[in-house]
């Protein structure tokens, strides 16, 4: 059961006070691998990847059969700046193509079996532009937290996060740069192609968002220069954490997220794997940062959760073979 957010405090609380992964399940998904018809380690990762979600299910032979999709979306003041190739209007616009069903992520989820479900944040209320006071009050903050942390389908057994957000790219380098540490230049990217100029105008606005706002906990460094989207993923990803759901980490936006509830709790993330390595130059730093291996790099840099969900097939396949293969003894295959 997922505690009520009453107040920033709460979320702080039911993310220490998670539990982990049933070790049991964990256990017996250990022993079940190692009696598995190959040699031992031979299907690699998909053996890691197959336990830990048995131990996150508390089950040592489980399925996934119903994975769920969440895109959120939100508007940034910081657009005002200059930081992106579009305009801010695109959000809403991409908005209704995925209510249409005719986004990238649409297909994805169809075609890795997954429901998908959109929630758009105040889209006619864009956050404040970082550079001049913080993105969002502590009360829109809980308010995003809030529909992330409702969003998450209890009956799901695996989530991927996503957005879409013109601008985003920006406070997700400014998170990173706070958190992280290193230079404004070090965490900016092109997100949807911004050219040289744009670039250092970005790193620019990255660099004053960070001196006003940079020191503090995960909870400061999302309401000071995060967006309402941004704050969505961090409440579904630690709803799922609560409810031992899995999560597959998408690009940079939502890695970004990530890390901030990392700063809250160490554990925080021990449900989550990276989908993917995104386009976005400072993604595979934030990854290492959160000692994260990514499963795919495949030059993505989208977002709408298109890496983690794609991912979902490796996961499912990795299960799949766990839970379905024969035994040496069950198969009568002599082992080594
Ligand atoms: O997921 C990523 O790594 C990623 C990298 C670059 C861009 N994006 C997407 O592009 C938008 C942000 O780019 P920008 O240039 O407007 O900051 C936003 O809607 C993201 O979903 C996403
Ligand atoms: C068209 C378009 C689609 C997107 N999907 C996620 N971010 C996006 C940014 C743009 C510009």
Known sequence: MLPELTDLNSFRNALSDAPGPDLSALKGAEERNGQLTKPPGALGRLEDLAIWYAGWRGDARPQITAPQVIVFAGNHGVTAQGVSAFPPEVTVQMVMNFEHGGAAINQLAQAAGAKM???????????????????????????????????????????????????????????????????????????????????????????????????????????????????????????????????????????????????????????????????EGAHPAMLRQLGKEPLLSLDLRLGEGSGGTLAINILKSAVTCHSGMATFAEAGVSDG
Request: net charge negative; aromatic share 4%.
């Open 117 to 279: 479900d959109v929630h758009a944040l105040e889209l006619d209320r864009p956050t404040a532009d970082f550079t001049q006071a913080a993105a969002m009050s502590e009360e829109d903050l809980l308010n995003a937290l809030r529909t992330g942390w409702q969003a998450v389908d209890p009956q799901a057994d695996l989530l991927v996060v996503g957005e879409m957000g013109i601008g985003n790219t920006t406070p997700a380098a400014a998170i990173a740069c706070a958190l992280f540490g290193g230079d404004a230049a070090d965490w900016t990217g092109r997100g949807t192609g911004v050219d040289d100029a744009g670039l250092a105008n970005k790193t620019r606005v990255v660099a004053e968002g960070v001196a006003l706002h940079g020191s503090g906990d995960g909870i400061h460094v999302l309401r000071c220069l995060g967006g309402r989207e941004i704050a969505a993923m961090a409440g579904a990803i630690a709803a799922a954490r609560i409810l031992r759901i899995p999560v597959i980490l998408d690009g940079f936006i939502c890695t970004a997220a990530a890390a901030c509830l990392a700063q809250l709790s160490g554990t925080a993330l021990d449900h989550t794997i990276a989908g993917h390595q995104s386009a």
